[in-house]
């Protein structure tokens, strides 16, 4: 089994800052693309930032200059370093990966989610 845990949501004001990490857990043979997207209410899932193992970064228009991504191959974590953020932030986080586990199998893995809010 497989699982990514986030953590580091929360209630912010606009122009603050967060940082969220999700860390990859269980039975991982190689972790490829790790990134996270995000869901506000009553939209689809988007694209945020996506990393490959060779660092190779994809992100979001919306997001650029103001996000970064980062990720420690040997904690299996990725990292999300949010600044100047503004309300149309909001949405809920997605944690993504994409593991190969020991069954040898490639598969995509979803976080549980954390809540964002930029609100005053």
């Known amino acids: 089994q497989v699982q990514l845990v986030e953590s580091g949501g929360g209630l912010v004001q606009p122009g603050g800052s967060l940082r969220l990490s999700c860390a990859a857990s269980g039975s991982i043979l190689s972790i490829y693309n790790m990134g996270w997207y995000r869901q506000a209410p009553g939209k689809q899932r988007e694209l945020v930032l996506t990393i490959t193992n060779r660092g190779i970064t994809n992100y979001a228009d919306s997001v650029k200059g103001r996000f970064t991504i980062s990720r420690d191959n040997v904690k299996n974590t990725v990292y999300l370093q949010m600044n100047s953020l503004n309300p149309e932030d909001t949405a809920v986080y997605y944690c993504?990966?994409?593991?190969?586990?020991?069954?040898?199998?490639?598969?995509?893995?979803w976080g549980q989610g954390t809540q964002v809010t930029v609100s005053s």
């Open positions: 993504y990966g994409q593991i190969r586990s020991s069954d040898y199998q490639t598969r995509q893995y």
